[in-house]
Each structure stands twice: as structure tokens, then as C-alpha cells.
Nanobody
Framework: QVQLVESGGGLVQPGGSLRLSCAFSGTLFSTYIMGWYRQVPGKQRELVARITSGRSTNYADSVKGRFTISRDNTKNTAFLQMNSLKPEDTAVYYC?????????????WGQGTQVTVSS
């Protein structure tokens, strides 16, 4: 019964910044791999950034150096700090929590939050 709720999206000018938050309701948050994905209508969903329980991270080439993923295990929250935003960053951003099925944990998605970068 894990639920994910994203917040922080909105309209921003090119070069601006946004910080997305993903609130995780459930148990064993610290054991999940947390990720941010984005999707534009007509295109497949793509990985933006991911962070493991050990705080290892990886990023899409298109956002590396501009975006930072982090997590606060005391608050059951993941974040995506987005700087130097570009129009091509416009998308619906989704939070994902990936658990280990061998431990009875699942794969969960938030509802998405719209990010629009436009002048």
C-alpha cells in the first residue's frame, strides 16, 4: 500500500530552477531505489535520475550537471533539484519507488507533476 505524491512542479522561465518533492507513505522507504522519470505526450517515459539506498546516483546525459537527486530517509521523501532549466525539460515528472520483489516489495508510481519551461 505504498503511495507516492509529487509536488513542486509549475511554470518557470528558461534558466530558472525548480525543486520537486516525492512523499512516500508506507514502510521501508530506505530500502527502495527512488527515481524520477519524465514523459512528453507521444513519447515513452524516460529515466531522469535515480538514487539507491546507499545514495549511489545516476542521471540521464541530458540533465547531468544540472539536476540533483537526493533523499531524506528521516522524512521518507525524495527530491529532484532542477537548475538551468531548458524548454526541452518540459514534461510530466513522475516519482518511482522500486523495491525488491524477493522481499515482498513492489514497484510504485506517483501521479505526476507538470513542469513547463517557457519564456
Amino acid at each position: 500500500q505504498v503511495q507516492l505524491v509529487e509536488s513542486g512542479g509549475g511554470l518557470v522561465q528558461p534558466g530558472g530552477s525548480l525543486r520537486l518533492s516525492c512523499a512516500f507513505s508506507g514502510t521501508l522507504f530506505s530500502t527502495y531505489i527512488m527515481g524520477w522519470y519524465r514523459q512528453v505526450p507521444g513519447k515513452q517515459r524516460e529515466l531522469v535520475a535515480r538514487i539507491t539506498s546507499g545514495r549511489s546516483t545516476n542521471y540521464a546525459d541530458s540533465v547531468k550537471g544540472r539536476f540533483t537527486i537526493s533523499r531524506d530517509n528521516t522524512k521518507n521523501t525524495a527530491f529532484l533539484q532542477m537548475n538551468s532549466l531548458k524548454p526541452e525539460d518540459t514534461a510530466v515528472y513522475y516519482c518511482n519507488a522500486l523495491g525488491d520483489p524477493s522481499n515482498g516489495l513492489g514497484d510504485y508510481w506517483g501521479q505526476g507533476t507538470q513542469v513547463t519551461v517557457s519564456s
